[in-house]
């Protein structure tokens, strides 16, 4: 059971936004920045949105991160059937002095 | 661009060690750290560790504290993660990533099964 909480499953329809939370304490997402990751079925993660907010290049401006006190979000606007996969978050863990992800969520784009 | 390009995969006894190497190119290998994250089939990604490929310092998981060693060879640019003393429970995907400047995990590897069966 990871220290960061992500809902297990998500959906929406094509077009529509979905929000995936993904939820720490002061150990962890309230005191360093969340990186979001996208895993393809069968496929190594992709890096999403790191420092909470930014978009690498090539990542569509339909994701987008946000942080609040010991929670992170991660937007998908516009959703698309390519979108089908499990979204993680992940972030510095202060009592292992070490990275830790959430569980994951996978999205189902209906 | 950044290529990871990790070893195939690998079956071991339980009490058996295995050897994970991941080879980079498309950027200056010791300017950025490797790190090693596994997962279990079906399962969530977890973090074993980083190597600094400049020196060859280590950080590990407490996890995996004493069962792991991850190092580097600087003249092929290739990452390694030896882990031993296996059980059934290390069976997953083992990927290396890289630490690209202050972005954690920018680039992955494809990935190596290891399984681990009597």
């Known amino acids: 059971q990871s220290v960061l909480s992500q809902p297990p499953s998500a959906s929406g329809t094509p077009g529509e936004k979905v929000t995936i939370s993904c939820s720490g304490s002061s150990a962890n997402i309230g005191s360093n920045n969340v990186n979001w990751y996208q895993q393809v079925q069968g496929a190594a993660p992709k890096l999403l949105i790191y420092s909470n907010s930014q978009r690498p290049s090539g990542v569509p401006d339909r994701f987008s991160g946000s942080k609040s006190g010991t929670s992170a979000s991660l937007v998908i606007s516009g959703l698309q059937s390519d979108d089908e996969a499990t979204y993680y978050c992940a972030t510095w863990h202060i009592p292992v002095n070490g990275w830790v992800f959430g569980g994951g969520t996978r999205l189902t784009v209906l | 661009q950044v290529h990871l390009v990790q070893s195939g995969a690998e079956v071991k006894r339980p009490g058996a060690s295995v050897t994970v190497s991941c080879k980079a190119s498309?950027?200056?290998?010791?300017?950025?750290?490797m790190h090693w994250v596994r997962q279990a089939p079906g399962q969530g990604l977890e973090w074993m560790g980083w190597v600094n490929p400049k020196n060859g310092d280590p950080h590990y998981a407490q996890k995996f504290q004493g069962r792991v060693t991850m190092t580097r060879d600087t003249s092929t640019s290739t990452a390694y993660m030896e882990l031993k003393s296996l059980t059934s429970d290390d069976t997953a995907v083992y990927y290396c990533a890289r630490r690209g400047g202050d972005i954690d995990f920018d680039s992955w590897g494809q990935g190596s099964l290891v399984t681990v069966s009597s």
């Open positions: 498309g950027y200056t290998f010791t300017d950025h750290y």
